[in-house]
Nanobody, 127 residues
């Protein structure tokens, strides 16, 4: 069983920066990848960024590329999301997700790629 806990959400102004953190814990933890998704009211949960630990690959949604940076520490099973140049469109509940090592095709940006999810942390950006 994997437990994910996000932190760092809150209120920010347009143009400001905010950093989120997600720590994974569990017995025999061996994560293949971790990711961030977000969901705004009335909208589907959408992919934000992902990191594949094996080779340090990163993937970003077009809406955040160049503004957000995903990073982390595999040994600590922790991933971060540095969000710069925030705008009101970034307002959403941000969820951390993790994938254990297993078979199957990994796409990265699909919800079904990840078997574990955090409770989410609210990010609100005012103009």
């Amino acid at each position: 069983q994997v437990q994910l806990v996000e932190s760092g959400g809150g209120l920010a102004r347009a143009g400001d920066s905010l950093s989120l953190s997600c720590a994974a814990s569990g017995r025999s933890l061996d994560l293949y990848a971790m990711a961030w998704f977000r969901q705004a009211p009335g909208k589907d949960r959408e992919f934000v960024a992902a990191r594949v630990w094996d080779i340090g690959s990163t993937y970003y949604a077009g809406s955040v590329k160049g503004r957000f940076t995903i990073s982390g520490d595999k040994a600590k099973n922790t991933v971060y999301l540095q969000m710069n140049s925030l705008n009101p469109e970034d307002t959403a509940v941000y969820y951390c997700a993790a994938r254990l090592r297993r078979g199957g095709i990994y796409y990265g940006a699909m919800k079904d790629d990840y078997g574990y999810w955090g409770q989410g942390t609210q990010v609100t950006v005012s103009s």
